[in-house]
């Protein structure tokens, strides 16, 4: 082979490199590409799914699709109409971060008369037309809360049992009830527990609607907290128009009912005036319990008293949840163990004098279950397992330690001051 051949063979090996090197170039920016192009679209997916409030389609009776609906790809608002139909439009309120009124035309399918006002409809997030409107149907939200709890799982509270039953159990009895109307008098209708964290409230209330047979709406007070303005008091005006609506008597229970209901201030700051909203809300609500016929009973908690504005501690009736005593002790410790195989020896009243005077119920129950465990961890064979004064002792000297349950000084809500709502 020539010198000429050798070249030319040497340049049509270089000319194969160089294609294969611009082919993976072309591979590696068709990737790239891609891959932004996947970004592009999970961007907008997220974006999506951070829309405010959505509604699935609806669908009419037996499952059939409601033949008025706009199939839309994109998700829907929630809106409430405000006024009737004046000739020309209708107005609709939205809500959450596009919240504002909008005049829209009656949609197709529908007449004036469907739209009336406090009617929910579903929007178009992009145009503001009415797709649907929403049937009026309980808020998953707002679901009754189903319980076993009862009044003889609960230790050392038989006085406030006793009150509770007095007032609240009266009005939820129909016979009893119908019996003071005819006395011609009126039972309180909200009542406020007050006490420790762990003292036992939400549970006593669990059981006294157990107990009456009555439906448990039940929420955190923050939880009715809301970024957007007017949203808490549309949370709260809903909690109570589903216990109305129930066939049974309602027990409407917020706990830390201080999140919303803090003496109101001069100084709005940091989302002062939407809390202001949703307490008024509520407000409103317990005079409309006062006036009507429905058997719907308020109960709140809060372990702050202090903090609370008078206009709501004025509508309730409070009664104090406190700290066990020696006795109370004794009579949680027996909830609690009744279905523990205990040592013969074992003296719970004498355990009850070793427990510190700021033990709470939850303190107690804390204790029962590591002294399960400390028992267990002495057996091989867990079926032979009983407890005895030790476990408890040590499970005593865990919590005063610190080392399970203990309520710690960061928590304890000490010193709070009003100011603090807003912080």
């Known amino acids: 082979m020539g010198f000429l051949d050798k070249f030319r063979d040497y340049l049509s090996r270089l000319l194969e490199e160089v294609e294969q090197m611009t082919e993976e170039q072309k591979q590696d920016t068709s990737e790239a590409e891609k891959k932004g192009e996947d970004k592009k679209n999970s961007k907008k997916k997220q974006q999506r799914v951070q829309f405010p409030q959505y509604f699935q389609q609806q669908r009419g009776k037996a499952g059939k699709k409601n033949p008025n609906s706009t199939n839309l790809k994109t998700p829907v608002m929630r809106g409430v109409v405000v006024s009737e139909f004046d000739g020309d439009r209708i107005w609709v309120e939205a809500s959450g971060n596009m919240k504002g009124r909008y005049g829209v035309e009656v ?38 809360i189903e319980t076993d709890v009862t009044f003889q799982d609960i230790g050392g509270l038989d006085h406030v049992i006793k009150s509770l039953s007095s007032n609240v159990g009266a009005q939820l009895n129909s016979d009893k009830l119908n019996r003071i109307q005819e006395w011609g008098m009126d039972m309180d209708k909200s009542i406020l527990l007050i006490g420790k964290p762990g003292t036992g409230k939400t549970h006593m209330v669990k059981a006294l609607s157990n107990e009456y047979d009555a439906e448990m709406f039940m929420i955190n007070g923050p939880q009715l907290v809301e970024k957007f303005i007017g949203e808490g008091a549309k949370k709260v005006k809903r909690l109570y128009e589903q216990a109305r609506a129930s066939d049974k008597p309602s027990i409407v229970f917020i706990d830390e009912i201080d999140a919303i209901a803090k003496k109101r201030l001069d100084d709005r ?12 809300q509520l407000l409103s609500e317990l005079d409309g319990l006062d006036s009507e016929e429905g058997n719907v009973i308020s109960i709140f908690a809060t372990n702050t008293p202090d903090i609370m504005d008078p206009a709501l501690l004025n509508r309730t009736s409070a009664i104090e949840v406190p700290v066990p005593n020696d006795e109370a002790k004794e009579e949680i410790l027996k909830v609690h163990t009744r279905k523990m195989d205990l040592e013969e020896e074992l003296d719970l009243e004498l355990l009850a004098e070793e427990l510190d005077d700021e033990f709470t119920g939850r303190d107690i129950q804390q204790i029962v279950k590591q002294a399960a465990v400390n028992a267990l961890d002495r057996y091989e064979d867990y079926s032979e397992a009983k407890v005895n004064m030790e476990d408890f002792l040590e499970a005593v000297q865990d919590l005063k330690e610190g080392n399970m349950g203990v309520e710690k000084d960061f928590l304890s809500g000490e010193n709070k001051h009003p100011n603090e709502m807003f912080a």
Request: proline content about 8%.
């Open 269 to 280: 700051r940091h989302g002062g005036e939407e809390v202001e909203r949703t307490m008024s």
């Open 107 to 144: 949609p197709q399918g529908y007449s004036p008369e469907d739209l009336q006002p406090g009617t929910e409809v579903a929007l178009d997030p992009n145009s503001f037309k009415v797709t649907d409107v929403v049937s009026k149907g309980q808020d998953a939200e707002f679901q009754a």
